[in-house]
């Protein structure tokens, strides 16, 4: 979702709808998003954006464990719009916002918990800036996509051919 959301500033109903998308596409059902929503939501990819550019699994955590701070709640398993059971970690009455930093929090977590380090960041390809999170497996990820990768590769030969 990162990779959708706007900049931090002004919501407005395109940008609602935009969110609304994303979010179906990771299945959620909404209908709509309030404005406020919007920008509880975005405020929130704007900062999970700042953590997946932090490059130092140390300092990763220590922001992951802020987040929990400030918006985790005793975990719980919930089971809603038909999905099978999964954990929660934002609590009941939390918004969007809460919820996704929460959320993203615990996956980010588990992923250095597994790994050890960290495998997300942002794409190092002249003119993209997408976000990934990479499985883990192999070497350090530098690209968002496999298209990324091979045209830096390609701009690196080229330069070094003239």
């Not at 709808?17 to 929503?37: I, K, N, P």
């Not at 719980?76 to 919820?99: E, M, Y």
């Not at 615990?106 to 997408?130: N, S």
């Given at each position: ?103 993203s ?9 597994e ?48």
């Amino acid at each position: 979702m990162v990779n959708v959301a706007p900049a931090a500033g002004q919501v407005d109903e395109e940008t609602a709808a935009c969110l609304v998308s994303a979010l179906h596409e990771h299945g959620e059902t909404l209908e709509r998003l309030e404005l406020d929503e919007a920008a509880d939501l975005t405020a929130a990819l704007v900062r999970l954006r700042e953590l997946l550019l932090i490059d130092d699994v140390d300092r990763a955590a220590q922001q992951i464990n802020v987040i929990f701070d400030e918006v985790a709640a005793r975990p719980r398993l919930s089971r809603h719009n038909d999905s099978p059971w999964h954990i929660h970690v934002d609590p009941a009455d939390a918004g969007w916002g809460s919820w996704l930093l929460a959320s993203s929090a615990l996956a980010l977590a588990g992923v250095i918990q597994e790994h050890g380090r960290r495998t997300w960041g942002r794409c190092e390809a002249a003119g993209c800036e997408r976000y990934y999170i990479g499985d883990g497996r192999g070497g350090a990820r530098r690209y968002c996509s496999a298209r990324c990768a091979s045209r830096s590769r390609v701009a690196r030969h080229r330069s070094r051919q003239r």
